[in-house]
Structures are given as C-alpha cells and as structure tokens.
C-alpha cells in the first residue's frame, strides 16, 4: 500500500507546480475519480477550479473537455448532432460527437445552463453512453464528469434539481487561499508567463487498475453499521425536510475506500467517513424551515448527525 501512497504523492506534487493549496479539493477529486464518480465543484470565481480540473486531466494522460454553460446551450451542444455530409456524390448523415466524448468533461457554470441542456449530461454520467436519434454512443472510458457552479449571481440561472445532483457522489467546496497560499500565488504568476508543465504520473489502464482497486480495500462491520446509521438518520432528522437515499449509502462507503488508498491504508477508518461525509451529504440533504431560520447550513446538519452516531 505504500506503493499506491507514494504515486498519489508524486501525483499531488506534480499538480502542485500549476496549483497553490487547495490540498483538500485535489484530494476530494481524486476520489471522485477513484469511485468511477462525477463531482460538483462550487465556489467563487477566480479560485483555479477550471485550472485544477484540467491540471489533473493532464497529470492522468486523460482528454479534456470543457463546456462553457450558458442558457442558449442546446443539448446538441453538448452530445453532437448529425450532419449531411456529401461523399462520392452522395449525400449522408455523419454524426459528429460533441465535447462530451472526452474522458474529462469540465462542464463549467452548470446552474447557467437550462434543465433540458443539464438533463443532457444525465445518461451520459450515469449509463456512460449517449444516445442520438435511434443511435446509442459508448463513450470512453474513464468516463468522468466534474462540474462547477458559481454561488453569487442567481438571477437567471437553474438550479440543479435533487434528482440531478444526487447524481454526482461529491459536492466540493472551494474557498479562499490562506494569506501565505495567496503571496505564493502572487509570487508565482504575478512576475513571468510561462507555460508550467506537468509530468504524466499515471496512464488511463493505470487508473481503471486503481478504480478496481479501490472496491477491494476492506472496511470493519462497525464502520459499516456506523454509516448505515448516519445515513438512516438523515431520514428522520428534525433539522431536514429532506434525506439521503441508499445511493449515499454506497457513495460514503466507496469515498472512504478512496481515500484510505489515497493514504497508503489497506483498510478503512472511522477518520476517513468523517472526513467525506460532508462532500457526500451536503448536496443530499435539504434543511427544514426550522434549520434554516436559525441560520444552519447542510455541513452544520452534517455535523450533529455524527456526534449522534459515534
């Protein structure tokens, strides 16, 4: 296991020579991609999601894509269209793949683009394919969704229904860098423009070895009962109109499989659910009226769930 410890060092050494900080979030999407799982990223403009997604893409050797949403997106956009192309003489219908085949799609700004435009995206992150007309597309894998959404401007924008964002296994939260991440950063890009490359770490076959890997790292029969708990609470909470469904459940269970390989462990710990219980629920769980008049937020929920099953 000390192995597997060592790449993803080496892994966020190299994505650290573009990126400054934010050791939490690269954590967090590489187990998005360890769990074969599509991400949410939020937070406010100019904190290097887009420039950490695509760092990231090119530390694995993956293909990247990015779609700018926008309300005037069409879901042909986003998947492809058929086209009449003339060949010998003859006309025929020629399907171009749209920028949704790709290994990593950044599908940035989601809640600006319209519910028809995001229900798009949704057989092609879970089922891993795309279907046009009569015709079904396979897409590549690994296959991964990551998606942004800004927190401030709301007017104008969709947000995205429950139903779709249970669809992504985390919801990661960007914040501000510390004072000396930022004099770093000043320091870094404010002097001289320079391409920083990166180094491949790991190749798409290494990756979906990892992916198989990751299922197989053993967690106790506590940690188990202790999850099934925390998520069964959720359901009966006086804090929530709302909780999570079993999808949660295995998404928790996996994340913290993810993570403990990421750390060189083979076996799970009770650290490893506490830590990803926040990007698992946050985006599950919906606070009551009575919740969001004392002012609480889903992570202070999340909080309180775990201190009830200890």
Known sequence: MQAYKKTFEDLKSEIGKVIVGQD????????????????LMEGYPGLAKTLTVRTIARCLDLKFSRIQN???????????????????????????????????????????????????????MQEKQVTVGNSTFKLDEPFFVLATQNPIEQEGVYPLPEAQADRFLLKIRVSYPTYQEEMEI????????????????????????????????????????????????????????????????????????????????????????????????????ILNFEAERKGMTADDAITQLLEKVK
């Open 186 to 285: 000043v320091n870094r890009y404010g002097a001289e423009l320079k391409d920083r490359r990166v180094k491949v770490v790991l190749d798409k076959s290494q990756l979906v070895a990892l992916q198989e890997l990751t299922r197989q790292v053993p967690i106790a029969s506590d940690l188990k009962e202790r999850v099934v708990k925390l998520i069964s609470k959720t359901r009966g909470s006086e804090l929530l109109a709302y909780g999570a469904s079993p999808r949660a459940t295995i998404g928790l269970i996996l994340a913290a499989k993810a993570r403990a390989l990421i750390d060189g462990r083979n076996h799970v710990s009770s650290e490893d659910i506490q830590k990803m219980a926040f990007p698992v629920l946050r985006h599950r769980i």
């Open 70 to 124: 926008t309300p005037d997106l069409m879901p042909s956009d986003v998947i492809g269209t058929y086209v009449i192309e003339e060949n010998n003489g003859k006309r025929e219908f020629r399907f171009h793949p749209g920028p949704i085949f790709a290994n990593v799609v950044l599908a940035d700004e989601i809640n600006r683009a319209t519910p028809k435009t995001q229900s798009a995206m949704l057989e092609a």
């Open 24 to 39: 939490e979030v690269i954590e967090q999407v590489l187990v998005g991609l360890l769990t074969n799982s599509n991400v």
